[in-house]
């Protein structure tokens, strides 16, 4: 899940709630989320910056073969669609933005470790941006800035969009 269980735990009660709540259904288009914040939580964003919180899964390893009336076909794991419902909860700077022209994205990547290439979880972010109504399409991403850290204790992606007219 996007969210280690020491996260989820430091939250409040209704927003644990909304979380297990999520966990158990689709996320429909279009919704507003208010989770209130204590002083000792960190920020969701900073100076025009989102942060998500939780490990971005590789796109790569996301998806596995399932059979569909003996045709085969892909479907999301687990683990990417609990990091889709966990990406729609935090992301409230530009939940419903609906940028529908061309747009740039500068983002950076923390990883708990140096073995994730930083160009697989582009598809992964740029899909999450889709479903919170943050973006009408990824394919007007003109440009990707982006940077990879390490960071343990806390992984996480920061990024922040910018639409070109």
């Known amino acids: 899940m996007g969210l280690t269980p020491q996260q989820i735990a430091a939250l409040s009660p209704e ?3 909304q979380i297990k709540n999520a966990m158990s259904k689709r996320l429909p288009k279009k ?3 208010f989770i209130p914040r204590q002083e000792s939580e960190k920020p969701t964003s900073k100076d025009g910056w989102q942060i998500i919180n939780g490990k971005c899964p590789s796109k790569s390893n996301s998806y ?3 059979n569909v009336k003996n045709r085969p076909s ?3 794991t687990k683990r990417l669609t609990d990091y889709e419902k ?3 909860l935090q992301c409230d700077q530009y939940r419903n933005a609906n940028i529908d022209g061309l747009f740039e994205i500068k983002i950076k990547i923390f990883n708990d470790s140096n073995r994730a290439d930083l160009d697989n979880a582009f598809k992964i972010i740029l899909d999450c941006l889709q479903k919170v109504n943050a973006i009408q399409n990824d394919n ?3 440009k990707i800035f982006a940077e990879k850290f390490i960071d343990k204790n806390n992984p ?3 990024f ?3 639409s070109i007219k």
């Open 64 to 66: 596995t073969i399932i």
């Open 74 to 76: 892909l479907a999301k």
């Open 15 to 17: 927003a644990q709630a």
């Open 31 to 33: 919704v507003s989320v």
């Open 140 to 142: 007007n991403c003109i």
């Open 86 to 88: 966990s990406f729609y």
């Open 160 to 162: 922040s969009l910018t």
């Open 156 to 158: 996480r992606i920061e």
